[in-house]
């Protein structure tokens, strides 16, 4: 059974700093990813990353956001630097299994950026 298990979200002040993590299972993984969401809009890419460490970032978090993958523990993770309220929204952790043509989801996890 495969399983995506986030966590790192919270509250943090304009400025601050958050890093995502997501532990995944069951199979092996092609690009790994986040996507966040907020009320009303659509769920949007944050940033992904290959296999190889090939990273792609939404221009709105190029240069704030770093996304890194541990292959061997099946983990990606999201730094997050000089957070703004604009990126407060429900993140999601994507992994894809390329041979079986299967995209999974994590869970969500709220970051909350506020004074």
């Known amino acids: 059974q495969v399983q995506l298990a986030e966590s790192g979200g919270g509250l943090v002040q304009p400025g601050g700093s958050l890093r995502l993590s997501c532990a995944a299972s069951?199979?092996?993984?092609?690009?790994m990813g986040w996507y966040r969401q907020v009320p009303g809009k659509q769920r949007e890419m944050v940033a992904r990353?290959?296999?190889?460490?090939?990273?792609n970032y939404a221009d709105s978090v190029k240069g704030r956001f770093t996304i890194s993958r541990v292959n061997a523990k099946n983990t990606v993770y999201l730094q997050m630097n000089s957070l703004k309220p604009e990126d407060t929204a429900v993140y999601y952790c994507?992994?894809?299994?390329?041979?079986?043509?299967?995209?999974?989801w994590g869970q969500g996890t709220q970051v909350t950026v506020s004074s």
């Open positions: 069951g199979t092996i993984f092609s690009d």
């Open positions: 994507n992994a894809v299994n390329a041979l079986a043509a299967t995209t999974y």
């Open positions: 990353i290959t296999r190889g460490g090939t990273p």
